[in-house]
Every structure is written in structure tokens, then in C-alpha cells.
């Protein structure tokens, strides 16, 4: 499974950006999709998070971003989405898409879950200049 991220840039205070992650490879390597973000020197940080193998489910977001971000999935192109409105300087980050492995015992989509050996894809830098 391979990831790659995209459409991050730098925006003012208050506007919105929308995040793209492509992903390849077979649906049934994976069963939950989501984003994260790191700042340098900082700890990762899981902001929205999806169940790939169960409908109905309501995704997993960080309190950080709740009300303000959306996660998508479009699963005819195999795309991963992040809606990011009215966003804060706190914001600012490096933002990665990830892709969780099944493993023996593991059932939870949750972004917390996600492990090092998970898939992960390359950043896309978002800045928010206030």
C-alpha cells in the first residue's frame, strides 16, 4: 500500500484548504484510513480517522479539529479527503496520511490505534499565517 499526500500550501486565518491522499494498493491490506500531523520537535498527532471495512461508522476526530474538519473517502478512485475550514495557526503542521494494517486482535479504526509499521505516506506542509 502506498500513500501520497497532497494540496497543503499557506493560507491566512479563517480560510479553508482541502488535503488529498491518493492511495494504491489492494482495500484489503487496510481497514481504516487517516490523517495525522507533526510539527518539528512535536508529538504526531491523529486528527480524523475512518473505518475502511464497516459503514455507518462515524469517523474519529481530535478534539483539536472537531467541527472544523472533515474527512472523506471517495471510494471509486481510492482517494482520501481532509476538509480543512477555518483554520488557526495552530494548525500549522506537516500532515500525512496513513493507512492501518490488520493485525490479529486489532478491530479499531481510531486514529490513537495507528502504529509505526502502519502505511504511511510522505507530508504535505499546511501553513496558516495569521
Known amino acids: 500500500v502506498q500513500l501520497q499526500a497532497s494540496g497543503g500550501g499557506l493560507v491566512q486565518v479563517g480560510e479553508s484548504l482541502r488535503l488529498s491522499c491518493t492511495v494504491s494498493g489492494s482495500t484489503l491490506d487496510y481497514f481504516a484510513l487517516g490523517w495525522f500531523r507533526q510539527g518539528s520537535g512535536e508529538e504526531r498527532e491523529g486528527v480524523a480517522c475512518i473505518s475502511t471495512s464497516r459503514t455507518g461508522v462515524d469517523p474519529y476526530y481530535s478534539w483539536t479539529v472537531k467541527g472544523r474538519f472533515t474527512i472523506t473517502r471517495d471510494v471509486a478512485t481510492n482517494t482520501l479527503y481532509l476538509q480543512m475550514n477555518n483554520l488557526k495557526p495552530q494548525d500549522t503542521d506537516l500532515y500525512f496520511c496513513?493507512?492501518?494494517?490488520?493485525?490479529?486482535?486489532?478491530?479499531?479504526?481510531?486514529?490513537?490505534?495507528?502504529?509505526?509499521?502502519?502505511?504511511w505516506g510522505q507530508g504535505t506542509q499546511v501553513t496558516v499565517s495569521s
Open positions: 496513513a493507512a492501518r494494517k490488520p493485525r490479529k486482535g486489532a478491530s479499531s479504526y481510531v486514529c490513537p490505534t495507528f502504529l509505526r509499521d502502519d502505511y
